[in-house]
């Protein structure tokens, strides 16, 4: 018995926190090491999955590992997002979404499921990402501005925007004035010139010219600027 203990204790040193010195190679740059102890770790009984990502990481880019691998890398990346793995779940979607060219093939079923773990995990830019992918092309308008209000009431306005363009074109001018003048109040430029519209027009609201001449202007210094949304 004493000697099954021993066994144990020794096994447990020699392996148990092979993923925490996998991650002090790794951010000192020994990457070689680190994926040979990324590897040990993902044999464990209980591995951290985090050491998934990494092996995945190291695969993709090719550093350690003396060249690059696609496909065993998504394969790892699979394995974190099956995990519980944030980042792997939007990187897994996101490859289903547009396909990897020779190894992953465009997989809308797959790519929903994925970015939806991300976002109920936590990630809302993934409720984002699924309402552009629904509403480009017109593919689905209703599950486009089903992802497009999980992201909004999250306080996403980039995705208030896309909202209220949709509930706009539904005729449902009142949810559409609340969403594009929470969308504009918080400088998304795109949405100056549809709410000056709806203020000169009456459409969700009482006519304002004077609001409406206002993100006029706003629409029109923004014209050339370039624009980039970013997420809190």
Known sequence: ???????????????????????????????????????????????NPRGYFYLADLLRSGKGTGTKNIKESFDWYIKAADNGIIKAQIIVGTSYASGIKSIVKKNEKKMKHYLSLAYSNGDVESAYTLGIFYGSQKKDLNQALEWFIKASLNDHYLSQYYAASIFFNQKKYDQAFKLMESAAIHKVIYAYEPLSKMYEDGYGTLINFEKSKFFHKKAEKSKNLQYTYKYK
């Open 1 to 47: 018995m004493k000697i099954v203990l021993l066994f144990i204790t020794v096994y447990i040193s020699l392996f148990a926190d092979k993923f925490s010195e996998g991650v002090e190679l790794y951010e000192s740059k020994s990457y070689e090491k680190a994926y040979i102890k990324f590897l040990e770790s993902s044999t464990l009984k209980d591995p």
